[in-house]
């Protein structure tokens, strides 16, 4: 029989899994997570996140996002804005 394997980055391995699954747009999932973990506010996680990557200046990212957007007009947007 073989080892367990450990749950590679921007993948999640719930009990029972034979297979890695790809961690969700909105969503992060480090080395052997069980389950995806939000995105928090400030940030922005495309499909198959292994960490948060903080919005950019000039955007904003709302919490569980997987874009940033453009600051609108009227407004600034320092990096990290929610």
Known sequence: SSKPTPCPEGFFCAAGAHSPAKCPQGHYCEKQA???????????????????TPCQEGFFCEGYTSKQQACPAGFYCEKQAK
């Open 34 to 52: 069980k389950a995806p973990v939000r995105c928090p506010p400030g940030f922005h996680c495309p499909a198959q996140s292994s960490k948060p």
